[in-house]
Structures are given as C-alpha cells and as structure tokens.
C-alpha cells in the first residue's frame, strides 16, 4: 500500500500563540504541497497564548477557498474540567468546521492521572460537536488505551496519529510507542483515524510521511484513514452535524 493523504486537519496559526505562520500561509503551503484540504486548528483559551472566544467565534470572515484548497476553519480545543469537557462553549463549537480537542500542558491535567485523564476525555468525547481527538498518546497524560478507542469508534469520534511527535526535537518523541498503539487500537475496534502534520510553521503543512509509514505497518484500512481527500473529510463532517460556514461547498461533498 502506498497511500497519498490530500487533506491536513491539524495546523496552528499565530492565532495559537506560539505558531508563527498566517491562514492565508497555511493555505498557500497547503495548496503548493497538492492537498485539497486544510483545516487551521488553533489552540483554545485554557492553553497559555491560546486564542479567545472571539476569535473562533468569527471564523467565517475567512474564505472556504483560499488557493487552490479548501480551508477549513477548527479548534484544538482543550479537555477541560467544565460541564461540556472543552475549553470553548458550545455556541462557538457550533460555529466550527472542525472540533479537535487534546490534552495539553498546564490546562489543569499536568499531575498524569489515568483514570482522571481518560473519565475527562470520555466526557469530551460525549460531546457531539467533538470530531477528533489530537495526539492522545501524549505521554505527558496518560490514558486506558482500550477504552478511549471503543468509545471512539462507538461515537464516531476520530483519533489523530500525530506526524509531529515522530519528530526527535517534539516534546511528544517519547510517545511515539503510545501513539502508535492508538492506532492499533482504532484499527481494532473499527474506528476512524486521522493523521495530522500539527505545523506550527507553514512549511510543515502536509508532512505526515513518518504518521503514514507506521499506519501502513499496522496494515491500517485505508477507508478508515479519514483525511485521505477531501470528498472524505467533508462528507464525514457533515455527515455528523451541519457545518454552518461550509454550506457554500455542495459541489464537493
Ligand atoms: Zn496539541
Ligand atoms: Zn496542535
């Protein structure tokens, strides 16, 4: 099997904090690197330099097409002790094209309780505007492996193998075990999987080669890798709710 993946649903802008790269960057890259699709996935607030409410709140100034590619605009929002599990209220989760939501530092998971961390991401996951779940092998916040993927399959939920955590410089390349393990898991249970490049600068948009080398070793349906085209992507989405910015979009999905 060789595989060509058309669509990035993990990127950061400036809007992050600590990314450094525009939309309209992202989806030059995008465009130049042959994707379809795009989706700009911006920290949420509970993350230090996290962007606000506001921001994810106007995302429909920003075309759907930009270049050659479609632009989704999304979230990585944070799990979250909170009623809804996110760090982003639901009104503003409504309004998104994307929901990806992960564990990350000093949002209030840092002392590595699996148990806590697994009941916290099963309530996030409960949540239907929740799309996908990013990086969940993150070493830093250890999760029960079997009962995040059943719950993922059971809920339509998508796990990421992250590309940038095969990088030795990552704060996540000791993880790489764990992500991997996910994979099989969610290639176990009959879920879906996604793998996403998590650039933080525009020249890494679409880099997933090392993510799709360990897939393809665990002999992972190709059907079930969600961000293979973008016909793929947006029907999958739309499929799970309305997606109220991409209405425009009927010709492709
Ligand atoms: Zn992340
Ligand atoms: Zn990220």
Redesign the pocket.
């Known amino acids: 099997m060789s595989l060509t993946l058309l669509a990035d649903l ?1 990127t ?1 802008s400036v809007a ?1 904090g600590h990314a450094f790269s525009t939309v309209t960057e992202i989806a030059e890259a995008a465009s130049a690197a042959g994707l379809e699709l795009v989706a700009i ?1 911006d ?1 949420g607030p509970a993350a230090p330099g996290g962007a606000h409410a506001w921001y994810f709140w106007n995302v429909r100034s920003v075309p759907v097409h930009i270049e050659s590619v479609v632009v989704l605009m999304g979230c ?1 929002a944070n799990v979250s002790a909170s009623s809804e599990g996110l760090d982003l209220p639901a009104e503003v989760l409504a309004g998104l094209d994307l929901v ?1 939501v ?1 564990f990350h530092p000093l949002t209030g998971f840092d002392d590595g309780d699996r148990a806590a961390n697994t009941a916290a991401l099963l309530r996030a996951m409960r949540n239907p505007l929740v799309d996908v779940v ?2 969940p092998g993150s070493a830093d916040f250890p999760l029960e492996v079997e009962t995040i993927a059943a719950a993922a399959a059971e809920f339509g939920v998508v796990l990421e193998l ?1 590309d ?1 955590s095969f990088d030795p410089h990552s704060s996540r390349a000791r993880s790489i075990d764990r992500e991997v393990a996910f994979a099989q898991a969610a290639r176990d249970a009959g879920g879906l999987i996604s793998i ?1 490049s ?1 650039a ?1 600068y525009h020249t890494g948009v679409g880099s997933f080669s090392h993510a799709l080398e360990a897939v393809e070793s665990l002999g992972f349906p190709p059907d079930r890798i969600l961000n293979r085209d973008a016909a793929s992507v947006l029907a999958h989405l739309r499929g799970r709710r309305p997606r109220p910015r991409l209405e425009a979009l009927d010709e492709i999905g």
């Open positions: 993990h950061h992050s996935t920290h990585e990806a992960g990013t990086h992250n940038h996403g998590d933080h």
